[in-house]
């Protein structure tokens, strides 16, 4: 005999637990599973300990340039067991701030394991079997590991055994040049690892603007990361001081020895072990669960939310996705995936801020463009803080003066990009914007400027 609940949450990521305090909140019995860490990749190999370990590496490139601020030091050197000790607060803290807040709710169940559906409505756990008249999969992703010749033969990393290394790596190799590679690769350049980049197409960070990987790649190679593009045929093979990576079809060389390999090559749902065929949820070619706007899988009772419907990759689409859902069952408020807009950040040292539409979209959407561009080095703020690396970016359509997109690599690029993002949200063209006075002095405040001085283009 199976236990029943109103509701089964599969995952306790960025989406299942929020849920489950909306749920058990209007009276609902609630199961929620998770099989390993509560908070999921965010909290525990994802944003939060990368971003500890970003300010980490932001503090000791401030302090070795601390002589052109006026401070007067002896050489700067890092204890890596420090900046890893630091992150391990940052994540336990957080981990045990969801999983208590979980077992403490009311009306809510936790159970510890691994789940798969026998029917569809039915989740095994372990020897307990539990229904649900719904049913939530909230189950993220993992890395990816492609089949390059050889990589079972060596040793590698991943953005989950990284956040337990005990040492530094002296030359850490990474194979994946987009957000997770090039957030790692700074950082470790920064402890003092020599680290290089191999990446498969023709220039870092595929997804953004060639105008904007070219600026990262300029900044990451002034800081002495190495990168090799266009990489053909990747291969390992054990070797003396650690892994040789093949980047070249020429056979054996060239090839570059790491100490430490490290991929970043994407990621995959965790949709391949839930029993999807018992339950009869449709995913699609890349495991992603197939959802409506509104999160229903092809089984109505059955909602997919966050990476594993592959409708968003960060940690504000998975936290979007509950909102959605929540609205839409317990608010009688119809919000929909269409109805947001992509925005996101990357966390190298300048930020990139990201809203909207890229250059290359817009040119490919075939409308009429006006383009604003401001070198960081004529931003006020900039200058004063000596951070004057990269550029700010608008996009807006030149018929009907709707704000297509932006792009802000630069210091507080990250939080400067939420102004033109609300304006999008709240469909007004850019002139308000140009009309709004920002405070001085800012990044924000040079925002105006840029829309008040668009080319055709
Ligand atoms: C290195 C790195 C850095 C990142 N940095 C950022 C960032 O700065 N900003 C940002 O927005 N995003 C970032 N992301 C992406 C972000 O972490 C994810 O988009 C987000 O965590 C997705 O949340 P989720 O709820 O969909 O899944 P997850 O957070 O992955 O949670 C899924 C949970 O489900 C559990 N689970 C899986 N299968 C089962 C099962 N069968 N039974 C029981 N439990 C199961 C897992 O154990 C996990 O706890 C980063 C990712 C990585 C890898
Ligand atoms: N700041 C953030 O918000 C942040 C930070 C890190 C990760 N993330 C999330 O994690 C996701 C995954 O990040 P990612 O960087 O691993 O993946 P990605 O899909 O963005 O990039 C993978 C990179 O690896 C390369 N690659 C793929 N297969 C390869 C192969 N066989 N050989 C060589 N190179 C190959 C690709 O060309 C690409 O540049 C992102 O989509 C993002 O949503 C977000």
Same mark, same amino acid.
């Given at each position: &005999?199976?236990?029943?609940?109103?509701?089964? *949450?599969?995952?306790?990521?960025?989406?299942?637990? %929020?849920?489950?305090?909306?749920?058990?909140?209007?009276?609902?019995?609630?199961?929620?599973?998770?099989?390993?860490?509560?908070?999921?990749?965010?909290?525990?190999?994802?944003?939060?300990?990368?971003?500890? &370990?970003?300010?980490?590496?932001?503090?000791?490139?401030?302090?070795?340039?601390?002589?052109?601020?006026? &401070?007067?030091?002896?050489?700067?050197?890092?204890?890596?067991?420090?900046?890893?000790?630091?992150?391990?607060?940052?994540?336990?803290?957080?981990?045990?701030?969801?999983?208590?807040?979980?077992?403490?709710?009311?009306?809510?169940?936790?159970?510890?394991?691994?789940?798969?559906?026998?029917?569809?409505?039915?989740?095994?756990?372990?020897?307990?079997? *539990?229904?649900?008249?719904?049913?939530?999969?909230?189950?993220?992703?993992?890395?990816?590991?492609?089949?390059?010749?050889?990589? /079972?033969? $060596?040793?590698?990393?991943?953005?989950? !055994?990284?956040?337990?290394?005990?040492?530094?790596?002296?030359?850490?190799? *990474?194979?994946?040049? %987009?957000?997770?590679?090039?957030?790692?690769?700074?950082?470790?350049?920064?402890?003092?690892?020599?680290?290089?980049?191999?990446?498969?197409?023709?220039?870092?960070?595929?997804?953004?603007?060639?105008? $904007?990987?070219?600026?990262?790649?300029?900044?990451?190679?002034?800081?002495?990361?190495?990168?090799?593009? !266009?990489? #053909?045929?990747?291969?390992?093979?054990?070797?003396?001081?650690? $892994?040789?990576?093949?980047?070249?079809?020429?056979?054996?060389?060239? #090839?570059?020895?790491?100490?430490? $390999?490290?991929?970043?090559?994407?990621?995959?749902?965790?949709?391949?072990?839930?029993?999807?065929?018992? =339950?009869?949820?449709?995913?699609?070619?890349?495991?992603?669960?197939?959802?409506? /706007?509104?999160?229903?899988?092809?089984?109505?009772? *059955?909602?997919?939310?966050?990476?594993?419907?592959?409708?968003? =990759?960060?940690?504000?689409?998975?936290?979007?996705?509950?909102?959605?859902?929540?609205?839409?069952?317990?608010?009688?408020?119809?919000?929909?995936?269409?109805?947001?807009?992509?925005?996101?950040?990357?966390?190298?040292?300048?930020?990139?801020?990201?809203?909207?539409?890229?250059?290359?979209?817009?040119?490919?959407?075939?409308?009429?463009?006006?383009?604003?561009?401001?070198?960081?080095?004529?931003?006020?703020?900039?200058?004063?803080?000596?951070?004057?690396?990269?550029?700010?970016?608008?996009?807006?359509?030149?018929?009907?003066? #709707?704000?297509?997109?932006? !792009?802000?690599?630069?210091?507080?690029?990250?939080?400067?990009?939420?102004?033109?993002?609300?304006?999008?949200?709240?469909?007004?063209?850019?002139?308000?914007?140009?009309?709004?006075?920002?405070?001085?002095?800012?990044? !924000?405040?040079?925002?105006?400027?840029?829309?008040? /001085?668009?080319?055709?283009?």
């Amino acid at each position: &005999m199976s236990k029943h609940f109103d509701a089964i *949450i599969i995952g306790a990521g960025q989406a299942g637990p %929020s849920l489950a305090g909306r749920l058990t909140a209007a009276g609902k019995t609630v199961a929620l599973i998770e099989r390993k860490l509560f908070g999921g990749t965010c909290v525990n190999t994802g944003c939060m300990p990368t971003k500890a &370990m970003v300010a980490s590496a932001y503090a000791i490139h401030t302090a070795r340039r601390g002589a052109e601020y006026g &401070m007067v030091t002896g050489a700067v050197s890092v204890d890596f067991a420090r900046v890893m000790a630091r992150k391990e607060k940052v994540r336990l803290d957080a981990r045990s701030g969801v999983e208590s807040w979980l077992k403490s709710m009311k009306n809510c169940t936790v159970f510890e394991g691994h789940a798969r559906f026998e029917s569809p409505t039915e989740v095994r756990v372990g020897d307990q079997l *539990i229904s649900g008249d719904e049913i939530f999969i909230n189950t993220g992703g993992r890395a990816a590991v492609p089949d390059f010749p050889g990589v /079972d033969e $060596v040793p590698y990393l991943t953005n989950t !055994s990284v956040m337990d290394l005990s040492e530094l790596p002296e030359h850490l190799v *990474i194979i994946g040049g %987009s957000y997770i590679g090039l957030e790692f690769a700074q950082m470790f350049r920064r402890f003092g690892s020599e680290v290089t980049v191999i990446e498969k197409a023709q220039r870092l960070i595929g997804r953004e603007d060639p105008d $904007v990987s070219d600026a990262i790649r300029d900044i990451l190679e002034k800081e002495g990361v190495h990168i090799r593009l !266009s990489a #053909e045929c990747i291969r390992f093979a054990r070797h003396k001081d650690g $892994v040789a990576a093949g980047v070249d079809c020429t056979s054996g060389a060239p #090839e570059v020895i790491g100490s430490h $390999v490290l991929l970043a090559t994407g990621r995959r749902p965790n949709t391949d072990d839930l029993g999807l065929d018992k =339950a009869g949820v449709k995913t699609d070619a890349r495991g992603n669960i197939e959802v409506d /706007d509104f999160l229903r899988s092809s089984v109505p009772h *059955i909602f997919a939310m966050g990476d594993c419907n592959g409708r968003g =990759a960060f940690t504000h689409t998975a936290y979007n996705d509950f909102e959605i859902v929540a609205a839409n069952l317990l608010d009688n408020d119809p919000r929909r995936v269409t109805d947001r807009i992509p925005t996101y950040a990357l966390y190298i040292d300048p930020p990139l801020g990201r809203a909207g539409m890229t250059e290359s979209d817009a040119r490919k959407s075939g409308r009429k463009l006006m383009i604003g561009t401001r070198p960081m080095t004529r931003v006020g703020r900039a200058v004063e803080k000596g951070e004057t690396q990269g550029f700010i970016k608008v996009l807006v359509d030149a018929d009907t003066e #709707e704000i297509l997109g932006a !792009s802000i690599l630069g210091t507080g690029g990250d939080e400067a990009i939420q102004s033109i993002l609300d304006v999008m949200y709240a469909k007004r063209p850019y002139t308000t914007i140009t009309r709004a006075v920002h405070i001085h002095p800012t990044v !924000s405040e040079l925002i105006p400027t840029v829309f008040g /001085d668009l080319s055709p283009a």
